[in-house]
C-alpha cells in the first residue's frame, strides 16, 4: 500500500503565489541592503561540523542537523564506535546543514580575507536549518536575510542597522514595532555583581527565555539552578524597572560602578541611544534582559518585536569581536542582524499586507485559431519582446470554455486569439477577461501603442 505523501515537521511548500509573496519580502529587503552598500555573498548549506560546533552554546550545538557519514567511512565509524565507551556523533558525521548565517559568514571571512576589502559590507539571503520543535512561527527549514559589517569596532554600524530596520519595516506596512536593544559588557557587569561571573553563559540562556516561559518562570529557575538569592534579586528588579532609557542607564550606574566592562556598555548604549534620538529613531528600547543565548556576542545585541502581532522576535543580532579568531584571524570586529523572512511572511500573509500584485502570472493567454501553433508561438515571442508575459494554451483542441476557465483559474487578465497566419500587419482578437470586451486590433497598432 503507497504511503500518503507528506513532508518533514517544521517545512513548508509554498505555492507560487506564496513564492511570488516571499520574493517581495526578500526583494524589499534586498533594495533596502543595496542602499546602505552592501554587496551580496552565499555560502554552501553544509559546512564541516567543526565549523559550527562550539559556536553557538550546549543548546544551539543539539539543535545542528547532522550529516551521516557514508559507505565504507560510515561502516568503518560503526566498527571504531564499538571499541569507545564514550561515542559522540562526531564519530558519524563531518558536516552539518549550516544552523545560521553568522557562522559560515565568518568563515568565508578568514578563507578570502585576501579578496575583499574591511570594512565589508555584505548580505546573504540564503535558508538555514536547526533540528528544533516545530512551533508557531518556528520552523525547522527557514530563510535568514542577513546583514554584516566585518572589520571596524564604529558603533555608527549599530546605527546603520537600526536605520536600516527602521525603513524596512515601514517599507512592508508595519512601522508599530519595537527595536530592543542590550549590550553583552552591561550583562556580564549585572552578573557579575552578583557573584555569578562564571555561569554568564548558562543565565543568560536562563533569561533568554523570558518571552517563551514569562517572568515567573524564569526567576524560578534563577533559583533552583544557581540558589542565589541575589541574583534572583537582581533580576527582579530588572524586570520591574521603567521603560525610559535615562531612568534605566541611571539605575545602571549605580548598580555597575566602577566595573570597567559594564561602563564601557553603558557608554556605547549612550552613543547608540543618543544618535537615535537625533535620526527621530523614537522606537527604541533598551531591555536588560536581553541576552541572545548565542556565544559569539560580545558587544551590543538587537532583537525587534511587532508590537500589534504575538509572533516573537522578527530580528536578531548584536556585535560579535571575537568569531573569525576561532578560525585563526584575530582583532576583526563585526555586527549584523538577521531577517526572519518565515515569520514576516506569517504575519504580511494573516494581515493581507501584501500588495495585490505580488503574484507574477501570465499578462496574455493565446489561443490558437489558425490550425498553425508556430503563428501563436511567433505572436508570443512577439509579445515577449515587449516584456510582456505570455503563455500560449497548449491544446488547440480543447474546448473555447475549457480554455477560458484555464484563464480565470490562472488570474490572467487578456486573451489573444491568433486565427491567421502570423506577419507584421496582421489582425487578431484581444479579449479583456476582466470587462468580457473583445475587440479585433492590427498587431502593429498594438504594438506602438504598447511601445508607448
Known amino acids: 500500500m503507497m504511503s500518503k505523501p507528506s513532508i518533514p515537521k517544521g517545512t513548508r511548500d ?49 539543535l545542528l542537523f547532522k550529516i551521516l557519514k557514508r559507505g565504507a567511512k560510515f561502516n568503518h565509524a560503526v566498527q571504531s564506535a564499538q571499541s569507545q565507551s564514550d561515542v559522540s556523533d562526531h564519530f558519524f558525521s563531518e558536516e552539518a546543514l549550516r544552523y545560521d548565517l553568522t557562522v559560515p559568514f565568518a568563515r568565508y571571512v578568514v578563507q578570502h580575507q585576501n579578496e575583499i576589502h574591511f570594512p565589508f559590507k555584505r548580505y546573504q539571503i540564503q535558508p538555514v536549518w536547526r533540528a528544533d520543535r516545530p512551533q508557531r512561527g518556528r520552523y525547522r527549514e527557514f530563510y535568514q536575510c542577513d546583514i554584516d559589517v566585518i572589520g571596524t569596532k564604529s558603533l ?40 555569578e561571573a562564571e555561569n554568564f553563559e548558562k543565565i543568560a540562556v536562563v533569561i533568554d527565555k523570558l518571552d517563551k516561559v514569562g517572568r515567573e518562570n524564569v526567576l524560578n529557575e534563577l533559583n533552583e539552578k544557581f540558589n542565589n538569592p541575589t541574583c534572583t534579586e537582581l533580576f ?82 548584536g556585535r560579535y569581536d571575537n568569531l573569525t579568531s576561532q578560525f585563526g584571524l584575530n582583532d576583526i570586529s563585526g555586527v549584523g542582524i538577521s531577517f526572519g523572512a518565515e515569520r514576516i511572511f506569517d504575519v504580511l500573509n494573516e494581515s493581507h499586507l501584501f500588495p495585490s500584485d505580488t503574484t507574477i502570472s501570465p499578462e496574455y493567454l493565446i489561443i490558437d485559431r489558425s490550425g498553425n501553433m508556430i503563428n501563436s508561438m511567433r505572436m508570443a515571442n512577439k509579445l515577449r519582446e515587449y516584456s510582456k508575459r505570455v503563455m500560449i494554451y497548449p491544446n488547440s483542441d480543447h474546448k473555447l470554455k475549457k480554455q477560458l476557465k484555464y484563464a480565470n483559474q490562472n488570474n490572467i487578465p487578456f486573451i489573444v486569439f491568433v486565427g491567421e497566419e502570423f506577419k507584421e500587419e496582421m489582425t ?21 501603442d504598447l511601445y508607448e
Open 236 to 317: 527582579t528588579s530588572i524586570f520591574n524597572l521603567s521603560s525610559d532609557v535615562r531612568e534605566t542607564i541611571s539605575w545602571l550606574e549605580e548598580i555597575i560602578g566602577d566595573a570597567k566592562l559594564g561602563n564601557e556598555g553603558i557608554q556605547e548604549i549612550k552613543y547608540i541611544t543618543n544618535a537615535c534620538d537625533q535620526l527621530d529613531i523614537n522606537n527604541l528600547k533598551l531591555n536588560l534582559t536581553l541576552a541572545r543565548g548565542l556565544n559569539y556576542y560580545t558587544g551590543s545585541i538587537f532583537e525587534v518585536i511587532l508590537n500589534d502581532y504575538n509572533m516573537g522576535s522578527v530580528v536578531g543580532g
Open 14 to 62: 509554498f505555492s507560487p503565489e506564496e513564492v511570488s509573496k516571499r520574493n517581495y519580502i526578500f526583494e524589499t529587503l534586498r533594495k533596502e541592503f543595496q542602499l546602505f552598500g552592501f554587496l551580496p555573498i552565499e555560502t554552501p548549506s553544509m559546512e564541516k561540523l567543526s565549523t559550527l560546533t562550539g559556536k553557538y552554546g550546549d543548546e544551539g550545538d543539539q
Open 156 to 195: 555608527n554600524a549599530e546605527i546603520e542597522l537600526i536605520q536600516i530596520i527602521k525603513n524596512v519595516f515601514i517599507k512592508l506596512q508595519l512601522p508599530n514595532h519595537t527595536i530592543q536593544i542590550n549590550n553583552r559588557k552591561i550583562l556580564h557587569a549585572l552578573i557579575d555583581s552578583c557573584g
Open 428 to 448: 487578431f482578437e484581444l479579449k479583456n477577461m476582466l470587462t468580457g470586451d473583445q475587440n479585433i486590433l492590427k498587431l502593429s497598432q498594438f504594438l506602438s
